[in-house]
């Protein structure tokens, strides 16, 4: 198993940045394909943003195209989501989950592991 644990999470005004990072514990980093996830209220799950174990392949989000980035530091056990341009729509608690799937799949049912999640709320 590996754990996550998120964080950087806050309010933040539009047109803001945050930079969430999760932190990994268990077996091999490196090993496993990370994504991020977002639930606000009243809606699904939705895939925020994904990266490849080597970091070599990202994908994301239509909605969130250009403003986010998705990065990786396997030496240190951490994914990043960098939100730049944040607009009160990105509202949501954002969840860190990994799969030892090595291929992008933006289907929440798809990752075995999941962080507790962290508030991201932007106003307007």
């Known amino acids: 198993q590996v754990q996550l644990v998120e964080s950087g999470g806050g309010l933040v005004q539009a047109g803001g940045s945050l930079r969430l990072s999760c932190a990994a514990s268990?077996?091999?980093?490196?090993?496993?394909?990370m994504g991020w996830f977002r639930q606000a209220p009243g809606k699904e799950r939705e895939f925020v943003a994904g990266?490849?174990?080597?970091?070599?392949?990202?994908y994301y989000a239509d909605s969130v195209k250009g403003r986010f980035t998705i990065s990786r530091d396997n030496a240190e056990n951490t994914v990043y989501l960098q939100m730049n341009s944040l607009k009160p729509e990105d509202t949501a608690v954002y969840y860190c989950?990994?799969?030892?799937?090595?291929?992008?799949?933006?289907?929440?049912?798809?990752?075995?592991?999941w962080g507790q999640g962290t508030q991201v709320t932007v106003s307007s």
């Open positions: 268990g077996r091999t980093f490196s090993s496993y394909y």
């Open positions: 990266i490849s174990r080597s970091g070599g392949s990202t």
């Open positions: 989950a990994a799969t030892r799937n090595t291929y992008y799949n933006p289907r929440y049912y798809a990752y075995e592991y």
